[in-house]
């Protein structure tokens, strides 16, 4: 083996790899290439990318979205749901348009990374019955959450409480179920009853109601055992008593069952 066959069988591997460094290296830009179904236009003025990807089918938020994107229309999809740090990566984004979905309820984390830059969430039309207690807690954006059918507990009293500030937000939070039916078509902000102290007391309720069944249930066990006892022990005491057997002294009776 020549000194030249002996560095062409080592370097073989080498050029391999190289040829896959310089792969990995030009498949990298395609991360911020625009996704399927939208269009990414570099607007000067924007200092960033007008990403539009409004009705495009989508089926859930585009996982390749330029990291510097400032507005981004996702209006009329059937987007529905929006993940945990959905856009956590685009540290520029200044609008978001969600409009005209699918979106059911909100996470607590599904606008985390962009609550400092975000300025316009645009929610309305969406099938939004909740939203977790933190989900807005922190986006200082204008929030348009109107159309969507608000379910009135607890739990959304307590995400629109993060929000009360904001009082276009709150006064578009219209109730459109509710355990208690006389909320429907009012602002959740203009609800004044407690409905967190409400689902409280209608669990502590259901509770006695548990305890009580269960303790009915062993007293009238207890209660059937005792009887059913107290027969089997007259039973055995009549079939002694119809033993032939010398006679007795009505007393001795009383052992027997003594004994029993
Ligand atoms: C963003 O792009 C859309 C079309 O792609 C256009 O209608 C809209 O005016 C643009 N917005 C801005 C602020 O440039
Ligand atoms: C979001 O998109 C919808 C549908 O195109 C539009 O009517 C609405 O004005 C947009 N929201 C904002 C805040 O621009």
Redesign the pocket.
């Known amino acids: 083996m020549t000194l030249l066959d002996l560095w062409l069988s080592r370097s073989i591997p080498m050029c391999l790899l190289l040829q896959s460094l310089v792969l990995m290296a030009l498949c990298f830009p395609s991360a911020s290439m625009c996704p399927k179904g939208c269009?990414c236009?570099r607007?000067p003025?924007?200092h960033g990318l007008?990403?539009?990807c409004s009705h495009s089918s989508l089926k859930e938020i585009p996982s390749n979205l330029p990291g510097d994107t400032v507005?981004l229309?996702l209006d009329h999809n059937q987007i529905g749901a929006v993940p945990e740090k959905a856009f956590h990566e685009l540290k520029r984004l200044r609008?978001l348009n969600l409009s005209y979905n699918a979106v059911e309820t909100l996470g607590e984390d599904a606008f985390s990374g962009i609550d400092g830059t975000l300025q316009v969430l645009d929610l309305s039309h969406n099938y939004i019955t909740n939203v977790h207690k933190n989900a807005f807690t922190k986006l200082r954006a204008r929030i348009i959450v109107h159309d969507n059918p608000w379910h009135c507990e607890c739990a959304l009293q307590q995400g629109t409480g993060g929000v009360a500030h904001n009082h276009e937000v709150a006064s578009r939070v219209i109730c459109g179920s509710s355990e208690l039916f006389d909320l429907e078509g009012r602002p959740v902000m203009a609800v004044d009853t407690d409905l967190c102290i409400l689902a409280k007391r209608t669990t502590d309720y259901a509770m006695l109601v548990t305890m009580f069944g269960w303790f009915a249930m062993v007293i009238s066990y207890v209660v059937y055992y005792v009887r059913q006892n107290q027969e089997d022990a007259r039973r055995h005491l009549e079939y002694l008593k119809s033993l032939p057997s010398k006679p007795k002294k009505p007393d001795e009776a009383d052992d027997i069952s003594t004994v029993v």
Do not use: A, K, M, Y
């Open positions: 269009s236009l607007d003025h924007l007008n990403v539009t507005l229309r609008e």
